[in-house]
């Protein structure tokens, strides 16, 4: 019993009170985006009659939006602060999502994406940089892996909801989804704005020249690790949003049952997403990336046999233990991909670097989509074998990428932890590492940036 609660207290992220309360935001957050996820692409075919394709497209468009915007709003990031802009794409998030249910025309579909976009384009970059101003190098991958947490738990509870209000045979249960999903954010907004500080630009280093794209964009790891992230979630993440389409047409699951699915997946990641986050540390973290790939190409290979051999009830549950698996992949990549960013990053350049890496997502999600809706058209269980064997190639393609990481970059950092004195009652830092410390590490931080010329070192 006593290890067990030593362990359990190894799992504490130990985060500053301002994540937490960025994080409880978010969890509001991704609670409306679970409700209206599993059902966006049936709302706009199966209610609004819009062709795979077209629905495919509008779905895409979102992405397309934030793809090109995203840089944009790394630099406003890095110039006005995260907390700024992220009151502003909760905004446009608001209003976006508000427009979708009076969506009748395509037209309208891709009005209503576009401004999500817009939104989007900004909200990863300026959370991604809170998160990272607001802790140290060593809390960053549980803090990350937290983030993951409440995102998914929010979306899997949201899911759950809405799978018990939608109905194809009545479009206004899709209107409430969409309503629900625009006060959410709405929520988090105020919760932002009352609780969770404004950090200043470049809070951890000394280097005050003006921030250039050019400067990030000599940074050939970096670069590399945004290549592979891209061709990560095209063919893996950005599936969830075919899925549910896939689910009920080729396999006759009902709506309640795609909201439990997406509800396993959740439980899996809640449940494993911090234990391995500590796993992770110490650990190197490009094998941690290409298992994450096998790992994905095995979930996605399991998906035809629901379409071809089973429906109803046993289609759902072979569904669920495929996103279970894909699960585990996720809370691997949780655990690496973020913090690999901030990482590498330069500090006056955070925003910058949080938004390439944002716009990886946006690739992933715009080409998914598009290119997904014309394949599942064409052979829907064809599609989640070319999935598979893409995410295969990402994960050798990872591997290759680990010569070119600077050398502190290689590996996750062990975390300090802190312990509550029994003589005083005052907090003292507990580390397991003895290069660990208590302020962000801009030594680390000036070995692997690029800017004022200089290139990352390598082993």
């Known amino acids: 019993m006593r290890a067990l609660r030593s362990y359990l207290t190894t799992l504490n992220p130990d985060l500053p009170r301002s994540v937490q309360t960025l994080q409880l935001g978010g969890l509001f957050n991704a609670f409306g985006n679970g409700l209206v996820l599993p059902f966006a692409f049936i709302y706009l075919h199966n209610v609004r009659d819009i062709g795979l394709g077209t629905a495919g497209l509008i779905l895409a468009t979102n992405a397309g939006v934030s793809l090109v915007l995203g840089p944009v709003f790394g630099s406003f990031v890095d110039r006005f602060g995260g907390r700024r802009m992220l009151t502003v794409a909760l905004g446009f998030l608001t209003v976006g999502f508000g427009l979708y249910p009076f969506v009748h025309e395509p037209w309208l579909g891709f009005v209503a994406a576009a401004l999500t976009g817009v939104g989007n384009g900004g909200f990863w970059a300026a959370q991604s940089t809170l998160i990272a101003g607001l802790t140290t190098p060593e809390q960053r991958p549980a803090a990350y892996a937290m983030q993951r947490v409440v995102m998914n738990l929010g979306i899997g509870l949201g899911g759950v909801a809405g799978g018990f209000i939608a109905s194809t045979s009545d479009p206004a249960t899709f209107q409430v989804l969409f309503f629900g999903n625009a006060a959410t954010f709405l929520v988090y907004l105020t919760v932002l704005r009352a609780f969770v500080p404004e950090l200043q630009p470049d809070r951890h280093g000394h280097d ?11 940074h050939r790891a970096f670069l590399g690790v945004l290549a592979v992230n891209t061709l990560f979630i095209f063919a893996g993440i950005s599936g969830f949003e075919l899925l549910p389409v896939y689910a009920k047409n080729e396999a006759a699951v009902s709506e309640e049952a795609i909201g439990l699915v997406y509800l396993a997946n959740t439980l899996v990641i809640v449940i494993a997403q911090l234990p391995i986050a500590r796993l992770s540390e110490g650990r190197r973290r490009m094998p941690m990336l290409a298992l994450m790939g096998v790992i994905w190409a095995a979930g996605w290979a399991v998906v035809p046999a629901a379409g071809l051999w089973l429906s109803g009830t046993s289609a759902a549950l072979l569904l669920g233990v495929a996103v279970c698996v894909f699960a585990v992949g996720e809370c691997l990549h949780g655990a690496v991909q973020g913090p690999l960013v901030a990482d590498l990053a330069e500090p006056r350049l955070m925003g910058r670097y949080m938004a390439l890496s944002a716009l990886t997502w946006q690739i992933g999600f715009t080409l998914g989509p598009a290119v ?42 062990r975390r300090i932890r802190a312990v509550r004195a029994v003589e005083s009652g005052a907090m003292a830092p507990l580390t397991d ?27």
């Open 208 to 218: 005050h020249r003006p921030g250039r794209y050019a400067d990030v964009l000599r």
């Open 372 to 413: 997904g809706g014309f394949a599942l058209a064409f052979s829907p269980n064809g599609l989640w074998l070319a999935a598979a064997a893409l995410l295969l190639v990402g994960s050798v393609w990872a591997l290759a990428l680990e010569s070119v990481l600077p050398e502190a970059a290689r590996r996750t950092p």
């Open 433 to 459: 590492d003895p290069l660990s410390h208590a302020e962000p590490a801009s030594d680390q931080a000036d070995e692997t940036a690029v800017g004022g010329g200089r290139r990352p070192r390598t082993a």
